[in-house]
């Protein structure tokens, strides 16, 4: 091979590898991630929304993490690199702004408990009086918000079902999940004849259980708080989903996923 060849073979080398490596810092620079972690109970409108946000910002990528808030409490407290948290209650969203993970939690919506029943027991138990008739009980775990708010419904009802009626109903728990979509599996897969889950949860597998209502004078209405983490890695774009979230377009998508407005709740959270 002649000099001039080796130079020119050389000079070609340099732009293809100048070129691949552009190529490759432009796509980074193109796609940025926005990592989101969310209570169970908001996975079909958290998934809508993280839709409506990578096309309102093109280029981003939605990563959405889905499990018990006490759990994604947990990872966060640990260094889990999110951006945003939405949590199914005020206890542990409370307690990472205490701890200085969380900044300015803000409410976004309200949701309600619903009893499902597997419906090879629907006509054993058609109203919540009936809850202790099923002989398979599954419910949140005590830490988990489904849980909690499960207990104090229970016992708001002794007051008109009587003393023992939260004893009653605990004597056939066969299993307390770490969130409320496995709560919810339990029963349409016909495992438990009937557990306590959010309305939301309960519409969207309307079609393998039945569903009971819980009598306002007892049921709990379970409010969700969202916040931007203290050591975002993506800050701006976490601002921008929160303010999409709390925005009339994602009030809609709220509203179509069956979860309640947040009337006469302090917009802050803390």
């Known amino acids: 091979m002649s000099l001039r060849s080796a130079r020119r073979a050389l000079l070609w080398c340099c732009l293809l590898m100048l070129s691949v490596c552009c190529s490759g810092n432009g796509s980074a620079a193109r796609e940025r991630e926005l990592t989101v972690f969310a209570a169970a109970s908001l996975r079909e409108v958290f998934t809508t929304l993280g839709h409506r946000f990578e096309a309102l910002h093109p280029g981003t990528h939605v990563v959405l993490s889905f499990a018990g808030s006490q759990t994604l409490r947990s990872q966060i407290e640990h260094g889990a690199p999110a951006d945003v948290f939405a949590s199914a209650d005020e206890r542990h969203m409370n307690a990472l702004a205490a701890e200085g993970h969380v900044r300015a939690p803000k409410f976004f919506a309200q949701n309600e408990l619903v009893v499902a029943v597997s419906r090879a027991r629907a006509a054993s138990v058609r109203e919540f009086s009936q809850l202790p008739d099923a002989t398979r009980i599954v419910l949140g775990a005590p830490e988990v918000p489904v849980g909690e708010y499960t207990r104090q419904v229970l ?55 039945v569903l009971v209502s819980i009598p306002a004078a007892y049921n709990v209405l379970a409010k969700y708080p969202v916040a931007i983490t203290a050591h975002a890695p993506q ?10 979230l709390l925005s009339g377009d994602g009030a ?5 996923g069956g979860f309640l407005p947040v009337h006469g709740a302090k917009a802050d959270a803390r």
């Open 235 to 244: 800050a701006d774009l976490a601002r921008a989903f929160v303010e999409l």
């Open 252 to 256: 809609r998508i709220l509203a179509e």
């Open 155 to 209: 016992e708001r009802a002794k007051a008109d079902l009587g003393t023992d009626f939260r004893t009653r109903v605990e004597a056939h728990v066969v299993s307390r999940e770490p969130d409320v979509r496995q709560v919810l599996a339990k029963v349409a897969l016909g495992e438990a004849d009937a557990g306590v889950v959010y309305r939301t949860d309960a519409l969207a597998a309307k079609d393998k259980l």
